[in-house]
């Protein structure tokens, strides 16, 4: 093979790799922006399904202060694929931890309130406020 041939194919194979990370670099982005809080960011997402193949729990494992927990919108569905509950997780330091969790039948909200972290600190659950529908 000529230098010439060699030196187009390796121009063409450092294109090619420039672009696929630079493709890599914009979704991995996207994702962290999608799935960030404003104290701790996505590490890992997780997907869970039923039997059925419909989904079953949708969030992002994440870590606060060395601790992996659950951060971002975290989504429950029944087995037929219909949303039941959303619950949005706030690490932050004690105090200013909470989570809100809105729960849904037939599409529309039954019920929305916001609770301490519990999980966070190993503390009692305690509803601190109801949202209005």
């Known amino acids: 093979m000529s230098h010439c ?3 187009i194919y ?6 090619l790799i420039s672009c696929n990370t630079s493709f890599a670099d914009e979704n991995k982005h996207e994702f962290n922006k999608t799935l960030s809080t404003d104290s ?3 590490q890992k997402p997780i997907i869970e399904y ?11 494992q994440g ?3 060395g601790t992996g927990i659950q951060v971002g919108l975290w ?10 509950e959303t619950t ?3 690490p932050d330091e004690f105090g200013k931890d909470y989570k809100i969790v809105t729960q849904y039948k037939n599409g529309k909200v039954v019920s929305k309130k916001i609770y301490n ?7 009692e659950l305690k509803e601190l406020f109801t949202i209005p529908k």
Not at 10 to 15: C, E
Not at 50 to 60: A, H, M, R, T, V
Not at 117 to 123: A, G, N, Q, W
């Open 75 to 84: 989504k429950t569905y029944d087995e037929k694929g219909d949303l039941i």
């Open 88 to 90: 949005y997780y706030h």
């Open 117 to 123: 972290f519990d999980d966070l600190y190993e503390t």
């Open 63 to 65: 870590i606060f202060n």
């Open 10 to 15: 390796l121009l063409f194979a450092i294109v």
């Open 40 to 42: 701790a960011s996505c």
């Open 5 to 7: 041939k060699k030196n």
């Open 50 to 60: 039923f039997p059925n193949g419909k989904l079953k729990l949708s969030g992002c």
